[in-house]
């Protein structure tokens, strides 16, 4: 009795384990608050999502203070390569999960620097959604330019400083022009 029951009690622990790690939902908890400027690109895949981006300069300027002080917001994640083609930036990354959904935001302040160089800074923010898992996940995260900034000259002129909330120094993580 007791050959059966430890025969039987492997399979059923893989079971659990498997069954805990699989994604209840597709819920998005981003951080929202009232008057915000939202907006979303409709590309898709499974290693690749694109970033909500998020036009708000109050909560920009908390942030990226908070960042400055070694306050992070969001969740880890590395980034390993950017890349511009046309209106979209490429931002791979990656993370520890590998059981629920992660969702990207991208905040700008709203601000170009039209000193030399051109630039504007955008904050990304990682949301984990509670994922606990270990694996490491690369990702594809798509900023699309046409909706951040619109279709002004600057859009292509002036460079992106990208930082993670987790670099409490005043150089970007990364910078595309």
């Not at 709203?110 to 509670?130: E, F, K, Q, R, S």
Request: glycine share 6%; charged share 20%.
């Amino acid at each position: 009795m007791k050959k059966i029951f430890y025969t039987l009690l492997l399979p059923i622990l893989i079971l659990l384990f498997n069954v805990s790690c699989s994604n209840g939902g597709d819920s998005v908890d981003a951080y929202q608050s009232p008057g915000d400027l939202f907006l979303n690109d409709a590309l898709s895949g499974s290693s690749t999502s694109n970033a909500v981006l998020r036009i708000n300069k109050d909560v920009f300027d908390t942030i990226n203070s908070n960042r400055l002080n070694n306050l992070n917001e969001g969740d880890f994640y590395t980034i390993n390569e950017v890349n511009r083609e046309g209106d979209f930036i490429q931002i791979n990354l990656s993370y520890a999960g590998g059981c629920e959904q992660h969702d990207f935001q991208i905040i700008w302040d709203g601000i170009v620097y039209t000193d030399n160089p051109c630039h504007m800074n955008l904050l990304l923010i990682h949301n984990a959604n509670n994922d606990y898992c270990e694996a490491l996940i690369t990702q594809t995260v798509y900023i699309n330019l046409k909706e951040l900034v619109g279709e002004v000259s600057y859009k292509d002129s002036c460079a992106y400083y990208i930082f993670s909330t987790f670099n409490s120094s005043e150089e970007a993580d990364a910078i595309i022009n």
